[in-house]
Protein backbone atom coordinates (compact mmCIF):
# COMPACT_ATOMS: atom_id res chain seq x y z
CA UNK A 1 0.00 0.00 0.00
CA UNK A 2 0.90 3.58 -0.87
CA UNK A 3 2.13 5.10 2.43
CA UNK A 4 4.74 7.55 4.13
CA UNK A 5 6.67 7.55 6.92
CA UNK A 6 7.89 10.13 9.22
CA UNK A 7 10.30 8.90 11.62
CA UNK A 8 10.57 11.94 14.36
CA UNK A 9 7.55 12.26 16.23
CA UNK A 10 8.82 14.85 18.71
CA UNK A 11 11.55 17.03 18.49
CA UNK A 12 13.06 19.53 20.27
CA UNK A 13 15.56 22.05 19.41
CA UNK A 14 17.18 25.39 20.96
CA UNK A 15 17.55 28.00 18.62
CA UNK A 16 20.65 27.96 16.26
CA UNK A 17 20.40 24.36 15.79
CA UNK A 18 20.17 22.38 12.78
CA UNK A 19 17.47 20.69 12.09
CA UNK A 20 16.35 17.54 9.81
CA UNK A 21 13.27 15.94 9.51
CA UNK A 22 12.75 12.42 8.01
CA UNK A 23 10.52 11.40 5.48
CA UNK A 24 10.24 8.02 3.93
CA UNK A 25 7.49 7.19 1.19
CA UNK A 26 6.60 3.77 0.04
CA UNK A 27 7.74 2.50 -3.92
CA UNK A 28 4.36 3.34 -6.17
CA UNK A 29 5.95 4.55 -9.46
CA UNK A 30 6.45 8.43 -9.99
CA UNK A 31 5.92 10.44 -7.05
CA UNK A 32 5.56 14.40 -6.55
CA UNK A 33 6.84 15.14 -2.52
CA UNK A 34 5.55 18.31 -0.61
CA UNK A 35 6.33 19.24 3.10
CA UNK A 36 3.63 21.19 4.80
CA UNK A 37 3.89 23.15 8.12
CA UNK A 38 1.04 24.00 10.79
CA UNK A 39 1.97 26.56 12.64
CA UNK A 40 -0.06 26.89 16.24
CA UNK A 41 -3.78 27.71 15.36
CA UNK A 42 -3.47 28.19 11.64
CA UNK A 43 -3.71 26.23 8.70
CA UNK A 44 -1.19 23.59 6.46
CA UNK A 45 0.87 25.69 4.64
CA UNK A 46 3.32 24.74 1.72
CA UNK A 47 7.18 24.67 2.67
CA UNK A 48 8.34 23.28 -0.63
CA UNK A 49 8.07 21.10 -3.16
CA UNK A 50 9.51 18.43 -5.85
CA UNK A 51 8.20 17.41 -9.14
CA UNK A 52 11.32 17.28 -11.20
CA UNK A 53 14.75 17.92 -11.91
CA UNK A 54 17.29 19.51 -8.86
CA UNK A 55 16.73 16.88 -6.50
CA UNK A 56 17.61 19.53 -3.72
CA UNK A 57 15.08 21.81 -3.25
CA UNK A 58 14.55 25.18 -2.10
CA UNK A 59 11.73 26.38 0.06
CA UNK A 60 10.13 28.70 2.18
CA UNK A 61 11.84 30.43 5.24
CA UNK A 62 15.66 28.99 5.01
CA UNK A 63 14.03 25.30 4.93
CA UNK A 64 15.24 22.68 2.30
CA UNK A 65 14.67 19.10 1.27
CA UNK A 66 17.02 16.69 -0.65
CA UNK A 67 14.98 13.88 -2.95
CA UNK A 68 17.17 10.69 -2.27
CA UNK A 69 15.02 8.26 -5.09
CA UNK A 70 17.26 5.40 -4.20
CA UNK A 71 16.03 5.75 -0.80
CA UNK A 72 12.32 6.78 -1.28
CA UNK A 73 13.37 9.39 0.80
CA UNK A 74 12.83 13.16 1.24
CA UNK A 75 14.25 14.91 4.24
CA UNK A 76 13.40 18.46 5.42
CA UNK A 77 16.19 20.30 6.52
CA UNK A 78 17.06 24.14 8.25
CA UNK A 79 20.87 25.04 8.85
CA UNK A 80 19.69 27.04 11.72
CA UNK A 81 16.16 27.22 13.33
CA UNK A 82 14.39 29.93 14.97
CA UNK A 83 11.83 29.77 17.96
CA UNK A 84 9.06 30.61 15.17
CA UNK A 85 9.66 27.78 13.56
CA UNK A 86 8.04 25.84 15.79
CA UNK A 87 4.81 24.09 14.51
CA UNK A 88 4.03 20.82 12.96
CA UNK A 89 5.63 19.28 10.09
CA UNK A 90 3.93 17.01 7.25
CA UNK A 91 5.23 15.35 4.38
CA UNK A 92 3.11 14.31 1.81
CA UNK A 93 3.43 12.42 -1.57
CA UNK A 94 1.01 12.08 -4.33
CA UNK A 95 1.61 9.07 -6.80
CA UNK A 96 0.86 10.21 -10.22
CA UNK A 97 -1.21 7.48 -10.81
CA UNK A 98 -3.48 8.88 -8.13
CA UNK A 99 -5.09 11.98 -7.86
CA UNK A 100 -4.43 11.75 -3.99
CA UNK A 101 -1.72 13.41 -1.08
CA UNK A 102 -0.73 11.23 1.15
CA UNK A 103 0.40 12.77 4.54
CA UNK A 104 2.64 11.16 7.36
CA UNK A 105 1.89 11.32 10.45
CA UNK A 106 3.64 14.59 11.15
CA UNK A 107 6.46 15.85 13.32
CA UNK A 108 5.95 18.01 16.37
CA UNK A 109 9.21 20.61 16.85
CA UNK A 110 9.64 22.53 19.27
CA UNK A 111 12.40 25.36 19.48
CA UNK A 112 13.50 26.92 22.40
CA UNK A 113 15.01 30.47 22.43
CA UNK B 1 -2.33 34.36 -1.65
CA UNK B 2 -5.19 32.01 -2.10
CA UNK B 3 -7.60 31.68 0.53
CA UNK B 4 -10.24 28.75 1.52
CA UNK B 5 -12.19 29.42 3.94
CA UNK B 6 -13.51 27.02 5.96
CA UNK B 7 -16.66 27.18 8.66
CA UNK B 8 -17.08 26.68 11.18
CA UNK B 9 -14.21 26.33 13.11
CA UNK B 10 -15.38 24.08 15.77
CA UNK B 11 -18.84 22.95 16.26
CA UNK B 12 -20.25 20.56 19.21
CA UNK B 13 -23.45 18.94 18.76
CA UNK B 14 -25.62 16.18 20.13
CA UNK B 15 -25.05 12.31 19.20
CA UNK B 16 -27.90 11.64 16.18
CA UNK B 17 -28.19 15.08 14.77
CA UNK B 18 -26.57 16.33 11.58
CA UNK B 19 -23.66 19.16 10.86
CA UNK B 20 -22.77 20.53 7.80
CA UNK B 21 -19.04 22.34 7.26
CA UNK B 22 -18.59 24.41 4.75
CA UNK B 23 -15.23 24.72 2.26
CA UNK B 24 -14.72 28.06 0.51
CA UNK B 25 -11.92 29.27 -2.36
CA UNK B 26 -12.05 32.77 -1.96
CA UNK B 27 -10.33 33.89 -4.59
CA UNK B 28 -9.90 31.07 -7.25
CA UNK B 29 -12.18 28.25 -8.99
CA UNK B 30 -11.74 24.67 -7.69
CA UNK B 31 -13.33 21.94 -9.66
CA UNK B 32 -11.74 19.57 -7.34
CA UNK B 33 -12.11 19.97 -3.31
CA UNK B 34 -10.57 17.32 -0.68
CA UNK B 35 -11.90 16.65 2.60
CA UNK B 36 -9.41 15.08 5.21
CA UNK B 37 -10.07 14.41 8.71
CA UNK B 38 -7.15 14.11 11.41
CA UNK B 39 -7.53 12.06 15.06
CA UNK B 40 -4.88 13.73 17.33
CA UNK B 41 -1.59 12.92 17.06
CA UNK B 42 -2.38 10.97 13.87
CA UNK B 43 -1.86 11.98 9.94
CA UNK B 44 -4.71 13.40 8.06
CA UNK B 45 -6.65 10.69 6.49
CA UNK B 46 -8.39 11.73 3.14
CA UNK B 47 -12.23 10.87 3.13
CA UNK B 48 -13.23 11.67 -0.34
CA UNK B 49 -12.55 13.50 -3.27
CA UNK B 50 -15.12 16.31 -4.22
CA UNK B 51 -15.14 16.87 -7.85
CA UNK B 52 -17.73 20.15 -9.24
CA UNK B 53 -21.15 18.88 -10.62
CA UNK B 54 -20.04 15.22 -9.99
CA UNK B 55 -20.33 12.31 -7.44
CA UNK B 56 -17.87 12.58 -4.66
CA UNK B 57 -15.58 9.70 -4.69
CA UNK B 58 -14.93 8.37 -1.70
CA UNK B 59 -11.69 6.37 -0.03
CA UNK B 60 -12.41 3.19 1.11
CA UNK B 61 -13.97 2.33 4.66
CA UNK B 62 -15.67 5.96 3.99
CA UNK B 63 -19.57 5.99 4.74
CA UNK B 64 -20.83 7.85 1.91
CA UNK B 65 -24.16 8.06 3.32
CA UNK B 66 -22.59 8.87 6.56
CA UNK B 67 -20.26 11.67 4.72
CA UNK B 68 -22.55 13.37 2.69
CA UNK B 69 -20.34 15.69 0.04
CA UNK B 70 -21.93 18.44 -2.04
CA UNK B 71 -19.74 20.52 -4.61
CA UNK B 72 -22.48 22.96 -6.62
CA UNK B 73 -20.42 25.35 -7.63
CA UNK B 74 -16.37 26.09 -8.22
CA UNK B 75 -15.89 27.83 -4.96
CA UNK B 76 -18.01 26.05 -2.25
CA UNK B 77 -18.05 22.02 -0.76
CA UNK B 78 -19.65 21.29 1.99
CA UNK B 79 -19.24 17.67 4.11
CA UNK B 80 -22.48 17.05 6.44
CA UNK B 81 -21.77 14.29 8.97
CA UNK B 82 -25.24 12.89 8.86
CA UNK B 83 -26.74 11.17 12.72
CA UNK B 84 -23.37 12.23 14.25
CA UNK B 85 -21.76 9.80 16.66
CA UNK B 86 -19.37 10.55 19.25
CA UNK B 87 -16.66 8.48 17.25
CA UNK B 88 -17.13 11.29 14.28
CA UNK B 89 -15.55 13.59 16.48
CA UNK B 90 -12.36 14.77 15.00
CA UNK B 91 -10.58 17.27 13.00
CA UNK B 92 -12.00 17.72 9.19
CA UNK B 93 -9.77 20.03 7.07
CA UNK B 94 -10.43 20.26 3.28
CA UNK B 95 -8.43 21.61 0.49
CA UNK B 96 -8.76 23.48 -3.02
CA UNK B 97 -7.15 22.91 -6.15
CA UNK B 98 -6.60 25.70 -8.30
CA UNK B 99 -8.30 25.38 -11.46
CA UNK B 100 -5.41 27.51 -13.21
CA UNK B 101 -2.58 26.60 -11.45
CA UNK B 102 -3.13 22.96 -9.71
CA UNK B 103 -2.09 24.27 -6.40
CA UNK B 104 -3.43 23.18 -3.56
CA UNK B 105 -4.69 25.41 -0.47
CA UNK B 106 -5.96 24.20 2.57
CA UNK B 107 -8.71 25.37 4.96
CA UNK B 108 -8.66 26.16 8.65
CA UNK B 109 -9.82 22.89 9.92
CA UNK B 110 -13.04 22.30 12.12
CA UNK B 111 -12.85 20.48 15.18
CA UNK B 112 -16.04 18.34 15.54
CA UNK B 113 -17.43 17.40 19.07
CA UNK B 114 -20.12 15.21 19.37
CA UNK B 115 -21.44 14.41 22.39
Known amino acids: AQSVSQHNHHVILSEAASLELGCNYS??????LFWYVQYPGQHLQLLLKYFSGDPLVKGIKGFEAEFIKSKFSFNLRKPSVQWSDTAEYFCAVNYLNTDKLIFGTGTRLQVFP | GAVVSQHPSWVICKSGTSVKIECRSL??????MFWYRQFPKQSLMLMAT?????????EQGVEKDKFLINHASLTLSTLTVTSAHPEDSSFYICSARDVTDEKLFFGSGTQLSVL
Open chain 2, 27 to 32: DFQATT
Open chain 2, 50 to 58: SNEGSKATY
Open chain 1, 27 to 32: YGGTVN
